[in-house]
Antibody
Framework: EVQLVQSGAEVKKPGESLRISCKAS????????ISWVRQKPGKGLEWMGR????????DYSPSFEGHVTISADKSTGTAHLQWSRLQASDTAIYYC????????????WGQGTLVTVSS | DTQMTQAPSTLSASVGDRVIITCRAS??????LAWYQQKPGKAPKLLIY???TLENGVPSRFSGSGSGTEFTLTISSLQPDDFASYYC?????????FGQGTKVEVK
């Protein structure tokens, strides 16, 4: 069974750093891209960026470029989303999702990680 | 970048109603469009891909159509389990994008 299991909820202060994770199982991790999707409270879905775990090539939505970093660890089958300096506006649920490549939909999703940034 | 526009943002309907949600792309995306259903507190679920192909296990009351820039999601007879939010998503380019979402609520 394909599963993407995300790390637990986080509460952070503005300016702090954070890395959340998405562990894949049930398939060959390097054969599917992993994307990250943000959902602010009561709002819609926003695509942030993606990584190809086979070569760690990543690209980002212009809205998120420079603010987050996406990485992948082939040895553990885990993708990460990282912030160096959180802002209150980063408060949201973050989902990871997999797609076979660029012209494929997101066919499996993680359960979501709630990140709360508050002073 | 390709922008996606969904309408309506909220739709009030009753069980048994036919429901249609539209999605427009700012430029042609061929048939590279997916529809997702999201219930409160849950991750989105893939319903339809390539504009009209039903994902395995999705009830046949859901259907999708369109190509180029205009797309629709139709629920032929709304069921109690269908009250949820729906999102379109283009995956024509390496930069994916979602529509703003449509909440289907009880009339």
């Amino acid at each position: 069974e394909v599963q993407l299991v995300q790390s637990g909820a986080e509460v952070k202060k503005p300016g702090e750093s954070l890395r959340i994770s998405c562990k894949a199982s049930g398939y060959n991790f390097v054969t599917y891209w992993i994307s990250w999707v943000r959902q602010k409270p009561g709002k819609g879905l926003e695509w942030m960026g993606r990584i190809d775990p086979s070569d760690s090539f990543s690209d980002y939505s212009p809205s998120f470029e420079g603010h987050v970093t996406i990485s992948a660890d082939k040895s553990t089958g885990t993708a990460h989303l990282q912030w160096s300096r959180l802002q209150a506006s980063d408060t949201a649920i973050y989902y990871c999702a997999r797609a076979y490549s660029s012209r494929y939909p997101f066919d499996s999703w993680g359960q979501g990680t709630l990140v709360t940034v508050s002073s | 970048d390709t922008q996606m526009t969904q309408a309506p943002s909220t739709l009030s309907a009753s069980v048994g109603d036919r429901v249609i949600i539209t999605c427009r792309a700012s430029q042609s995306i061929g048939s590279w469009l997916a529809w997702y259903q999201q219930k409160p507190g849950k991750a989105p679920k893939l319903l339809i891909y390539e504009a009209s192909t039903l994902e395995n296990g999705v009830p046949s009351r859901f259907s999708g159509s369109g190509s180029g820039t205009e797309f629709t999601l139709t629920i032929s007879s709304l069921q109690p389990d269908d009250f949820a939010s729906y999102y379109c998503q283009q995956y024509n380019s390496h930069q994916a994008a979602f529509g703003q979402g449509t909440k289907v609520e009880v009339k």
